[in-house]
């Protein structure tokens, strides 16, 4: 796990409060309260990265990429968009594109194409299928980040674990999701840091 700034301050901070609560008895048991990061790890802007050459503008508005007769795994990705102070934002575009689970990208319409907006807390939630693999290039997602009246961020996202991370020369750990198998579908979980 990598250690920001903003972590290594709020455990000094809490090293004090340990040693009080040490002594402190809650019923039966004697319990140690682990201090609050202030901001997690969302002091770091999620990093750009290649929008590469199968963007499509005016993608549908829809959170749900799935249509009828589309082969693949359904992937469910929810997350968060939160500026570097840690605060939530809303209405903030995604714009999502990825290949199909043979490794096809739609180049003439909008399959596995769309955006949508996070709510007033910044939260996402993106229905679509596992993204197959294709020469050269490991397993991801590719989106576009605006907050209202921002700059847009284009970046990629990853999945864990996957042979080709290691051979592909954009991969990033840092845009790796958070990733869980579910009965019949994968889980996913991210949160994309923007500039305040």
Known sequence: MNLTRRRFFAFLAGLPLIGLLSGISFGKSTRILEPTPACDDHDEPTPPQTEGPYFTP???ERSNLREKGLKGTVLV???QVVNTNCQP???ALLDWWHCDAAGNYDNDGFTLRGHHYTDKQGNFRLETIVPGLYPGR???LHVKVQAPGKS???TQLYFPDEPGNKRDGIFKPVLVMDVKPAANQMQAGY???LKA
């Open 152 to 154: 847009i961020l284009t």
């Open 89 to 91: 934002v809303s209405h």
């Open 58 to 60: 005016n993608s549908p």
């Open 77 to 79: 990705l929810t997350g």
């Open 191 to 193: 949160t994309f840091v």
């Open 138 to 140: 490991t397993r991801h």
